[in-house]
């Protein structure tokens, strides 16, 4: 367990409002005359997504990778997190000779919209009252995070993108950016990921949502005007969202059965097994970077996400003549998005007349494999990028 107390969580939550409204990463301002339209109605202005560049733009514009990240993920993805010290989410990807060279590509990765480390989301503070927005700030769907990031883009100067790459909940917003913009997608890479939410999955967020909502200090959303954090239904939320990032195996296999100290229990309900300490502690680093709210607005966006809806319930429709490169990649011991998931997609892209690939890795590591040492996964996608960069001679 570690040794994080409550005073240490609340200097780093201290620290994480500050990236919230002042993010120490470059930030895109877009103003009430470029207000975002949201599928839910609303008009988002103004509005902002704080980002992360990697590399360098070549002269054509022509080597952009757009990396879009996972649930509670952040635009930090090859950089120091400003918040907690801890290491970029995916060093094991991107950087300098990795799968994802930064020595050759320029590689951007955002903050959704709806986040909570510089994007405008549910902790920002609403123009019109000069508090935070609560609940009252606007639902998303991954379809609004990726017209967020096209404006990114475009504020960027680039036109179409050689690559989109993402790992669950990213994984989503690379299918929906691929059938939004066909023709600014040359390559894409879903990992991980589903093009529609299954019931369980949804089932699993409802018990997160209501995790963060049975807590007293959540105060009906509007818990950082009462100076105060739903900090325990919070770190229960993630505990539970946890083990489903995991295999059985994995468990076992770091865990088992051991006990946290000794041989014998101590007949009580601190946390006597090892896996308890370990989601213990997970539940605590967790609620040190990330809003609560936001939890709640993220959640539902990949609940909302269902691609073939929007194309009268056929998913060939979305990809129906699509020209871009895909790789689609899954995990045998992924119980949250099984490959049946990434077949699907597979066999719709083979239906829409769309090039694919698809690679299925032997691993006993769980969802959370795509953000883990998989040579396979590495070995797959510098294979991919090398030929779509041949394609595109680059």
């Not at 045998?332 to 698809?358: E, K």
Request: aromatic fraction near 10%; hydrophobic fraction near 40%.
């Amino acid at each position: 367990m570690s040794g994080t107390t409550s005073r240490d969580t609340a200097d780093l939550w201290k620290a994480a409002l500050v990236e919230i409204e002042r993010p120490s990463s470059p930030v895109a301002r877009f103003s009430a005359a470029e207000s975002l339209a949201m599928d839910g109605g609303a008009s988002l202005g103004p509005w902002q997504l704080a980002y992360q560049t990697y590399g360098t733009l070549n002269a054509d514009r022509t080597n952009a990778v757009l990396i879009c990240h996972a649930l509670t993920g952040d635009q930090h993805v090859a950089n120091v997190h400003p918040v907690t010290g801890k290491r970029g989410w995916w060093e094991t990807m991107v950087g300098p000779g990795r799968p994802i060279d930064t020595d050759r590509y320029f590689v951007i990765c955002a903050n959704v919209i709806g986040g909570c480390l510089g994007s405008t989301g549910p902790a920002s503070t609403d123009p019109s009252t000069g508090r935070a927005y609560g609940l009252s700030f606007p639902v998303v769907t991954i379809r609004d995070m990726v017209r967020a990031q096209a404006a990114l883009v475009d504020r960027l100067g680039i036109d179409t993108l050689f690559c989109v790459a993402g790992g669950s909940m990213g994984g989503m917003q690379v299918l929906q950016w691929a059938a939004l913009y066909p023709d600014r997608v040359f390559s894409a890479m879903p990992i991980a990921t589903a093009a529609k939410h299954s019931a369980q999955n949804i089932a699993f967020h409802e018990v997160g949502r209501q995790a963060v909502m049975a807590d007293p200090d959540w105060r009906g959303g509007r818990y950082i005007d009462a100076g105060v954090r739903p900090t325990k239904g919070l770190a229960v939320a993630r505990m539970g969202a946890h083990i489903t990032y995991l295999s059985e195996a994995a468990l076992h296999r770091k865990f088992g059965r051991e006990l946290q100290a000794g041989h014998a229990p101590s007949f009580s309900f601190d946390a006597e097994f090892q896996v308890e300490s370990y989601l213990r502690y997970q539940g605590v680093s967790f609620v040190e970077r990330f809003d609560a709210n936001s939890y709640l607005y993220v959640t539902r966006a990949m609940d909302y996400f269902d691609l073939a809806a929007d194309y009268g319930g056929s998913l060939a429709a979305a990809f129906k003549g699509t020209k871009t490169r895909f790789c689609v990649v899954s995990f045998t011991s992924d119980w949250l998005f099984p490959t049946a998931d990434s077949r699907a997609i597979v066999h719709a892209l083979n239906a829409g007349g769309g090039p694919v690939s698809f690679v299925e890795i032997e691993t006993d590591k769980g969802h959370d494999a795509f953000l883990l040492d998989i040579p396979e996964l590495f070995a797959t996608t510098r294979g991919f990028l090398d030929a779509a960069a041949r394609a595109r001679g680059i």
